[in-house]
């Protein structure tokens, strides 16, 4: 069965501090990875995506992924975060094979708090 | 841009009684799921749903729960009795593509309270 895991549920940065939050799946086949962010009140939006092609994924607001296909990772980095980075983070993966129907499985999740 | 939109934001209601949660896809998308996410645990997929059917469910959407699409435009969960352990956050989302290169866009969800 598919799993994801983020390794770290909560994280306190100050302003300008660089980010990484780990992320591993769970699959022996292809997958496509996604990380959603979710700020206070609203909605799961997109950060980024990782279909194929360059496993160094670039998002919205200065994040971007490195896809490590052989340790099952998709983590995501920012080299200064800022205060309106406070939000909570969830990995996600689609694992591909004959019969998916593209549901995704997330991770727990990350929540972010920077302070200022 | 297109919204998913997801109504009511807030439902609560009494054990045993039914409630319907209402999404609007982005309109020219084709395929769509549902959800929940459980305060304090981890987003749980419940159905995905695509050319007026389900497509997959996992085990958490049982008899108690139903999908459909019943105007071309609207895409519906209903709990028929709803349980205490169904209070949860509820989201919609869509995609253009089922499979490959999928990207779903998610509802600002539903927060459903069962008294």
């Known amino acids: 069965a598919q799993s994801v895991s983020q390794h770290n549920h909560h994280v306190i940065l100050s302003e300008a501090a660089s980010l990484e939050l780990g992320c591993n799946y769970s699959y022996g086949g292809t997958v496509n990875l996604f990380w959603y962010v979710q700020y206070p009140g609203q909605h799961l939006q997109l950060l980024l995506k990782y279909f194929s092609g360059d496993p160094l994924v670039k998002g919205i607001k200065g994040f971007e992924a490195e896809f490590i296909k052989s340790k099952f990772s998709f983590n995501l980095r920012k080299p200064s975060v800022q205060w309106s980075d406070t939000a909570e983070y969830f990995c996600?993966?689609?694992?591909?094979?004959?019969?998916?129907?593209?549901?995704?499985?997330f991770g727990q999740g990350t929540t972010l708090q920077v302070k200022p | 841009e297109p919204e998913v939109t997801q109504t009511p934001s807030h439902q609560v209601t009494q054990m045993g009684q039914e409630v319907i949660l209402r999404c609007v896809p982005i309109?020219?998308?084709?395929?769509f799921y549902w959800y929940r996410q459980i305060l304090g645990q981890k987003v749980e997929f419940l159905v995905s749903f695509y050319n007026n059917e389900i497509s997959e469910k996992s085990e958490i959407f049982d008899d108690q729960f139903s999908v459909e699409r019943p105007d071309g435009s609207n895409f519906t969960l209903k709990i028929r009795s709803t349980k205490l352990e169904d209070s949860a956050m509820y989201f919609c989302a869509s995609a253009a593509r089922g499979i490959t290169n999928n990207e779903q866009f998610f509802g600002p969800g539903t927060r459903l309270t069962v008294l």
């Open positions: 996600a993966v689609n694992g591909l094979r004959s019969g998916n129907t593209g549901k995704l499985i």
């Open positions: 309109s020219n998308h084709l395929y």
